[in-house]
C-alpha cells in the first residue's frame, strides 16, 4: 500500500527558527496569501494589539492568561514569534503561579521590537 506522499499539496510550517528578524516577512506573506494591502493591515492592527494587550499585561489582570493566548496567536499568524515565544512563556507562569517580571519585561522588549519593524516595514512599503 503506497501513501503517495509525493501527491499531497503539503502547507509549508513556520521555520523552527525563524531569520528574519522580529517578524518573519516569508511567513506573513505566505499567511496573507502576498497581498501587500492586506500584510499592511495586519502589520498595524498587530501593533496596536501588542501595545494595548501589553499595557494591559502589566496590571496582571484576572484574564491575563487568556490575554497573553491571545497575543501569542496573534504574533504566530504575523510572524512575531519572539513575541509569540515571550507571550507563551508568561502565559505558563502565570498559569503556575511562577515569578512573572522577566517574563513581562522579556515580551515588552520582543514587543519593541516587531513594533520597530513593522514600522520600518510599513515606512518601506
Excluded: N, Y
Aim: with cysteine; hydrophobic share 55%; aromatic share 4%.
Amino acid at each position: 500500500m503506497s501513501l503517495h506522499l509525493d501527491r499531497i499539496d503539503w502547507m509549508p510550517s513556520p521555520p523552527l527558527a525563524p531569520d528574519d528578524g522580529p517578524i518573519d516577512i516569508a511567513h506573513l506573506r505566505r499567511m496573507t496569501l502576498g497581498d501587500a494591502a492586506l500584510e499592511r493591515e495586519v502589520l498595524t492592527m498587530f501593533a496596536a494589539q501588542a501595545a494595548r494587550l501589553a499595557g494591559a499585561l502589566g496590571a496582571m489582570p484576572a484574564d491575563a492568561p487568556a490575554l497573553a493566548h491571545t497575543l501569542k496567536g496573534s504574533a504566530r499568524a504575523i510572524g512575531a514569534f519572539a513575541v509569540a515565544d515571550a507571550a507563551a512563556c508568561l502565559e505558563t507562569l502565570i498559569k503556575s503561579g511562577g515569578k512573572i517580571a522577566a517574563a513581562l519585561s522579556e515580551l515588552d522588549e520582543a514587543i519593541a521590537e516587531a513594533r520597530a519593524a513593522i514600522d520600518a516595514f510599513l515606512d518601506g512599503a
